[in-house]
């Protein structure tokens, strides 16, 4: 059996370009913006990477992708660092191997789809934070969880009853800002 069968090179591939692509844009890429932002690329871009998220704390989650992400850092395709500050997490950079990886997926990355929506996604939201992808992801996962939703105000209830550290009008500027770019629809 050849290796090369098995190994998933287009999700490895697409990490290590992900990575790479929001080094210099992302004030601090660590596994939670990553999982928020691999959400949104799928959800809001519609470019499949391959992931099946489910609604966990922090916003939509796949530990897929976590165990993804540990296996190219292992490959050196990424470095995923642990931050010692008052912030905590992680920092993931590009690895010395970034480019052997990425090239290994470069078909797939190369789709007019994929990459189009790679370059959304960095313009959109490459530049947020952890905390804040985390608001807009949940809200986009609740709006394609939850079909029969009518008013915006069901929303925000819903939003903040799961995250209560958000205060209301907060996350309906979010809602309107989303609403506002077609990222996300409430039924009439």
Do not use: C
Not at 101 to 109: E, M, N, S, T
Not at 126 to 134: D, F, N, T
């Amino acid at each position: 059996m050849n290796l090369d069968q098995i190994i998933p090179w287009e999700r490895y591939g697409f990490i290590a370009e992900l990575v790479n692509r929001l080094e210099n844009v992302s004030p601090q890429l660590g596994k939670t913006a990553l999982q928020k932002l691999v959400y949104l690329l799928q959800e809001i871009f519609g470019v499949d990477a391959g992931y099946d998220f489910k609604l966990y704390t922090y916003g939509p989650f796949t530990s897929q992708l976590l165990q993804d992400l540990d296996q190219v850092d292992a490959l050196h395709g990424v470095n995923v660092e642990l931050v010692e500050s008052a912030l905590g997490g992680y920092n993931i950079s590009s690895g010395e191997k970034y480019r052997e990886i990425r090239d290994r997926a470069k078909d797939y990355l190369n789709e007019k789809k994929v990459k189009g929506g790679i370059d959304k996604l960095i313009t959109e939201f490459g530049h947020l934070w952890a905390k804040e992808l985390e608001l807009r992801a949940t809200i986009v996962y609740a709006v394609k969880n939850n079909k029969d939703l009518y008013e915006q105000d069901d929303l925000v209830n819903m939003i903040h009853e799961i995250k209560p550290r958000f205060n209301k009008v907060f996350i309906g500027q979010v809602i309107n800002e989303l609403k506002a770019k077609n990222y996300i629809t409430l039924k009439q």
